[in-house]
């Protein structure tokens, strides 16, 4: 088994064994899916960016790693969304699913605490998808830049199906 196979847990998430690397002011795609525009998540609170700008990712990978280098400022008691900050300002928001604060944890596993200092890839949640679904609940996963008015203009990276690491979108 090798490396990449131990650190992913076996083969059924080995297309997800990308190299992460970091890029200044740039967002890397946080699980394996395929690319929503804003105004497609089915959210009006993010598809409206009263949070701020960023996109929507329909999910196919279980595992929700780091989009860039920094450090977690926060992960819900309810585990299903995680707060960070790069080391460069850019604050985001990964909201897996919608309305999944009412599953209070049933079908994540978070992987850091608050205070962690992470590297672009590191594991952050484990997602049980199909327990999504079966509450009843969208999959889709909101990345939201909550200090985007400090931030520019967001240019989108990536379109279609993409895999975790892939550059999302950049400032």
Request: glycine content about 14%.
């Amino acid at each position: 088994m090798g490396f990449f196979d131990k650190l992913f847990g076996g083969k059924t998430e080995q297309e997800e064994t990308v190299k992460f690397f970091g890029q200044s002011k740039t967002v890397l795609t946080p699980i394996r899916g395929k690319v929503l525009a804003q105004a497609d998540i089915p959210d009006e609170t993010f598809a409206q960016g009263i949070l701020g700008p960023g996109c929507g990712i329909e999910p196919t990978g279980k595992t929700v790693y780091a989009p860039f280098d920094g450090t977690v400022e926060q992960v819900a008691s309810t585990l299903h969304a995680v707060g960070l900050t790069s080391e460069d300002g850019i604050e985001i928001l990964i909201h897996v699913g919608m309305d999944t604060v009412e599953m209070q944890g049933k079908g994540f596993k978070a992987l850091v605490k608050v205070g962690d200092k992470v590297k672009a890839g590191t594991p952050l949640l484990k997602v049980d998808l199909d327990a999504i679904r079966a509450a009843g609940h969208p999959t889709a996963t909101a990345i939201i830049v909550t200090n985007g008015d400090d931030m520019g203009e967001l240019k989108m990276l990536a379109e279609g199906d993409v895999l975790a690491g892939t550059p999302l979108f950049k400032f």
